[in-house]
């Protein structure tokens, strides 16, 4: 198959910073769809696979599924999308298509689903890579329709962080009457806030600061509740219909199960790996209340999210920095030194 070389950013090794670098993109196929990349947004999970913290990472990698672009060319047999369209990818590039998760709009289940990047690219027999890069080309199936009013950059986390949170506040069916708690005020914290109020639910945020009131009231939520203020945490024992973990690492979930009503929900979004301490089934049997993981959203329901995101002009708030800026900004990540997401601004790539 004929390639096309593009300049991108990744890195060799573990250790190593990202730097600029050349790889290869397949011409169009009939089914294809070429996107010039003007945003990228940056993911904690691009920070995870850049330094193999999952031992799976192939190098040289390059990161990036939080894309937005326009379209620059399509294959024969695209219906869906023409030259000069604003588009999105997310964190899925391909799957299976047969299996009844893919069958079902749940893509992200399928089991041989391909990742935007550390995934396998079947027409060029290689590892995929991902949008800090100039161009991608992507099957049309797995490109999104993106609302032309909406901040071009602001968008960019909706890919991730976006659907990240929206998928549970779906299927877990939110609403207006719904109360809705989040915990952690992050990239993905802010997004649910955002989305959870434009729902119309009463939302609030569980933190162990005084400092973040101010700012979780200006993302939408009702109150915050200090996890860490034993009197605030026993009044809001059994109040919950549904929580939203966005922390990313161990932590202990315990606290937070009796302050959900019967037949409540905590779903954790944002953490991989063991959990530590235990959970203490009793109040999960007294009260049929359930601890739940969920992993992004197929293609139907992250277009769903944009159109929504699109009608109440939601986007995520950002700071915009250039390419050449990725590991200064991988280092604030760490220090959680963002409100609330990193976006690139690709064309510092082509200067």
């Not at 700012?215 to 996890?227: P, T």
């Not at 203490?280 to 049997?285: F, K």
Request: charged residues 20%; glycine residues 10%; proline residues 3%.
């Amino acid at each position: 198959m004929k390639t096309k070389s593009v300049k991108a950013f990744g890195t060799e090794s573990t250790v190593a910073d990202l730097k600029q670098m050349n790889i290869n993109r397949r011409e169009v196929t009939p089914k294809d769809v070429e996107i010039d990349i003007l945003f990228c947004g940056v993911c904690h999970s691009d920070l995870h696979f850049a330094r193999n913290d999952w031992g799976m990472t192939q190098y040289p990698v390059v990161p990036g599924h939080e894309i937005v672009g326009r379209v620059t060319q399509v294959g024969s047999g695209v219906s869906k999308y023409k030259v000069g369209d604003l588009v999105a990818v997310g964190c899925l590039v391909d799957s299976c298509r047969n299996c009844d998760n893919c069958n079902d709009d749940l893509e992200q289940y399928c089991g041989s689903w391909v990742g935007t990047y550390g995934g396998y690219d079947k027409h060029l027999d290689t590892t995929t890579h991902g949008g800090y890069s100039e161009t991608i080309v992507v099957d049309e199936d797995f490109v999104l329709r993106v609302p032309e009013n909406l901040d071009h950059a602001g968008i960019a986390p909706l890919l991730c962080a976006g659907i990240t949170t929206w998928s549970p506040l779906r299927h877990w069916k939110v609403g207006k009457n719904s109360r809705v708690a989040v915990v952690g005020l992050g990239g993905l914290g802010h997004m649910a806030i955002k989305l959870a109020h434009a729902l119309g639910a009463h939302v609030s945020l569980f933190s162990r600061s005084t400092n973040k009131i101010e700012d979780a009231k200006a993302l939408g939520a009702d109150e915050v509740i200090i996890s860490t203020d034993e009197a605030q945490m026993e009044k809001a024992m059994g109040r919950f219909d549904l929580i939203i973990d966005t922390v990313p690492y161990a932590h202990d979930l315990n606290p937070y199960l009796g302050t959900l009503t019967t037949s409540g929900t905590l779903v954790v979004v944002g953490y991989l790996g063991p959990l530590d301490p235990m959970l203490v089934t009793v109040p999960m049997i007294m009260g049929r209340k359930s601890v739940a993981g969920s992993l992004i959203g197929g293609i139907a329901e992250t277009q769903e999210l944009l159109d929504f995101c699109g009608k109440h002009n939601i986007t995520s708030d950002i700071e915009v920095i250039k390419i050449q800026d990725i590991n200064k900004a991988y280092e604030r990540m760490l220090k959680s030194d963002v409100k609330y997401r990193f976006v690139i601004d690709m064309k510092s790539l082509k200067n």
